[in-house]
């Protein structure tokens, strides 16, 4: 069965970069995008952008250019989601989710609470 | 970008009753490529509907979407104690993809 598996919890000082891994399992890793969306604390959710694991081609959010860099590791079905120059409104939980062009987006991780305090 | 809004904020309702919500899209949602997600607290979101109206696996019948163009809608034809959560709307036909900012559906 599909899995998404994020890395734990992270606290990082105002300025810091953070860096959130998601290892998938149950599927064929290239044939699907990988998707990144994040909820502050009471808050929607709010997309950040995809990563092709095939090509390794994304497509990031305007919001967040400049600031995030979507990267995979094909050989241990990895995706990472790395953003810099971290706030205090970058305080959120920041999921990776698997993503069909007509589906949506079918499955996804856990979780990974990021809090930017000083 | 394709702003989605969401009616109404919060929904109070009684389990056996049946629920409405509403996702109005600012421009067409290409394809009809419209979701709707629950979300539990401390839970990641779960895809109900893809596609305005296609149930995704393991989705009950009680849950249908319709819609098309800019205005969608879910239904829960009949509430369940675990139907108690907010549903989050989202257009992936278009970059970038977009949520609404959600409907709280709670106990009456």
């Known amino acids: 069965h599909v899995q998404l598996v994020q890395s734990g919890a992270e606290v990082k000082k105002p300025g810091a970069s953070v860096k959130v891994s998601c290892k998938a399992s149950?599927?064929?890793?290239?044939?699907?995008?990988m998707h990144w969306v994040r909820q502050a604390p009471g808050q929607g959710l709010e997309w950040m952008g995809w990563?092709?694991?095939?090509?390794?081609?994304?497509n990031y959010g305007q919001k967040f250019q400049g600031r995030v860099t979507m990267t995979r590791d094909t050989s241990i079905s990895a995706a990472y989601m790395e953003l810099s120059s971290l706030g205090s409104d970058d305080t959120a939980v920041y999921y990776c989710s698997r993503g069909h062009y007509a589906w949506g987006l079918d499955y996804w991780g856990q979780g990974t609470l990021v809090t930017v305090s000083s | 970008e394709i702003v989605l809004t969401q009616s109404p904020g919060t929904l109070s309702l009684s389990p056996g009753e049946r629920a409405t919500l509403s996702c109005r899209a600012s421009q067409s949602v290409n394809s009809n490529y419209l979701a709707w997600y629950q979300q539990k607290p401390g839970q990641a979101p779960r895809l109900l509907i893809y596609g305005a109206s296609s149930r995704a696996t393991g989705i009950p019948d009680r849950f249908s979407g319709s819609g098309s163009g800019t205005d969608f809608s879910l239904t829960i034809s009949r509430l369940e104690p675990e139907d108690f959560a907010v549903y989050s709307c989202?257009?992936?036909?278009?970059?970038?993809?977009?949520f609404g900012q959600g409907t709280k559906l709670e106990i009456k």
């Open positions: 989202q257009q992936y036909g278009s970059s970038p993809l977009t």
């Open positions: 990563i092709n694991p095939n090509s390794g081609g994304t």
């Open positions: 149950g599927y064929t890793f290239t044939d699907y995008y």
